[in-house]
């Protein structure tokens, strides 16, 4: 039996059955074998009742108080985990996202490493500029970043011309051992571009992390599927400066309701009821209406 808190005034004016016939009996019987031991005895207007609450969206959620998130909650806890899974599905990202605030932050950055590295970049853009989040990332990792074979010379001295002299003075200076001052910025290039591979990674390594960072976000700036090389430890570091809320707000903004129902799929059934719950009373009536006859016909009294 589904004990619901239902309203009693309803049922007894739409179907002919006195409020304490239907505590009396409902102590025992759901409100379905009520209405049929009332049809038996002569009730017309109950003899109708699987016709216009059983088979009728908006008279179900009249008749059960579907609009109470409460009494959704009650039904849906009388589900197997995959029936939940089958009802979330109905669910936006943002309300799935709720499912995240039952794990402690350090739980939600594991969880995150399960997601692509395009992933972990879109819900990083809804809290952070490119600039501030690569500033956030360890140096070892932007170093990591650098040394890929896909991130290629003709790729990285595209943004080295977006940084300052002095930047690049210093980048031939680590190298060569000698300042540049003298050179202009176009000669600096120059030379730069002359370096062999090796030295030319070594090179853009030695940059100052600030002006390494800058290089790398005008990288992403300009093709964000490099956003790949990143390690995906890396992605999730920034996240780190950030509370709770703030990266549940983030998952459920950038996120598909898939890619956050993944997240949250090992939450305890309780739980996972709870956030099912949130599902909309006339999607709800549907669902119940067309696979779930027999949770509607255990529905009983509170």
């Known amino acids: 039996m589904i004990r619901l808190d239902l309203d009693i005034t309803y049922l007894t004016n739409r179907f002919g059955v006195s409020a304490t ?27 109708n009742f699987e016709r216009d609450v059983l088979k009728d969206r908006s008279h179900l959620i009249e008749a059960f108080k579907l609009s109470n998130p409460a009494n959704r909650y009650i039904i849906l806890c009388n589900l197997n985990q995959d029936d939940l899974k089958y009802f979330m599905q109905y669910l936006s990202a943002e309300d799935l996202a709720v499912g995240l605030k039952f794990f402690t932050k350090e739980k939600i950055l594991t969880l995150l490493l399960n997601l692509p590295q395009e992933k972990l970049y879109k819900i990083l853009q809804e809290v952070f500029t490119i600039e501030d989040f690569v ?24 943004q080295l011309e977006q940084l300052p002299p002095k930047a690049l003075n210093k980048m031939i200076e680590n190298l060569t051992g000698k300042p540049s001052n003298e050179m202009s910025k176009e000669k600096m290039m120059q030379t730069i571009g002359s370096f062999n591979s090796k030295d030319f990674k070594e090179g853009i390594k030695s940059l100052d992390f600030v002006f390494k960072a800058q290089l790398i976000a005008g990288i992403l700036e300009h093709d964000d599927t490099y956003v790949k090389e990143f390690s995906k430890k890396a ?18 903004a950038a996120l598909e309701p898939k890619d956050v ?16 719950s949130q599902i909309d009373p006339e999607i709800f009536a549907a669902l119940l209406m067309q696979n779930f006859k027999d949770i509607l016909a255990e529905i009983s009294i509170q």
Do not use: H, Y
């Open 261 to 276: 129902m993944m997240l949250i799929e090992d939450l305890p059934k309780d739980l996972m009821a709870m956030v099912a």
């Open 135 to 158: 500033l956030l990332i360890p140096e070892d990792e932007l170093n990591k970043f650098l040394d890929s074979e896909k991130v290629d010379k003709s790729v990285i001295m595209t």
């Open 235 to 252: 992605l999730v570091e920034p996240f780190k400066m950030l509370d709770k809320p703030e990266i549940i707000k983030a998952i459920g």
């Open 21 to 47: 016939q239907l505590c009396t009996l409902g102590r025992g019987k759901s409100i379905k074998e009520i209405m049929e031991l009332e049809a038996e005895n002569g009730n017309t207007k109950a003899a």
